[in-house]
């Protein structure tokens, strides 16, 4: 039916979006932006974040260290970090935004188009964090590559890597947007439900209480000339 259909889009949108969101969160205080091998001692992994640096020995021991200075980072970390926290609260928004406007929200009931605009706007508010998201990541990305394929660089200084924390955050984008564009469609599924077709029980109790018709040729007798009648 349109009404569930409805439901169902409104549903998934905020599904993928509040998974987008919490995966969001998640990238942003990871310190697993970056992983750094080193031979010559395989038993320390570095990883780097956004707010620390971690040392990952073999026994599974984890020393990390927060960043001395915010102006000391790279320009990279330092609008990631901006952006990753504008994409947190942006997030944050679209979702209480969305979920007072959805249609399972009964306190709203008669106001529709009020809970209309309200979805509407928590989708294209989750659609931007989603897009704030991926600008950081993906930079972040592009001058891994660059200084991992310079040649500028002697081949016995290690090579800073792709982390885990990355590919979530493509992943939380890519949901964010998609669970932004299913919020902002879902108002146009049609809300007016096909009346069901009248049953033959229904037909028939109609006919009953439907009043007979008089003849064409009758005609109703007067109190007057009552006396005339054969």
Known sequence: MA??????????????????????????????WKN????????????????????????????????????????????????????????????????????????????????????CFGGAIFGMSGIVTLTPVSWVAYNTVLEFWDETIPEIVPRWEFGEAMFLGWFAGFFLVVGGLLLLCSPCVGRTEVPAKPSAAHHEAARIQRPARMPHWSHPIHPKNADLVI
């Open 36 to 119: 750094l091998n080193l031979d010559l001692n395989e038993l320390e992994i570095w990883n780097m974040g956004l707010w620390q640096v971690c040392i990952i020995q073999e026994e599974g021991a984890m020393e990390c260290k927060a960043y001395d200075s915010f102006l000391a980072l790279p320009l990279d970390l330092r609008v990631s970090r901006i952006l990753m926290c504008l994409s947190n609260g942006l997030g944050l928004l679209g979702f209480v935004l969305s979920s007072v406007g959805l249609d399972c929200w009964k306190p709203w009931e008669d106001k529709p188009e009020l809970r209309k605009r309200l979805v």
């Open 3 to 32: 009404w569930s259909c409805n439901r169902k889009v409104q549903l998934s949108g905020m599904f993928l979006s509040l998974f987008g969101w919490v995966s969001s969160c998640v990238t942003t205080y990871a310190p697993l």
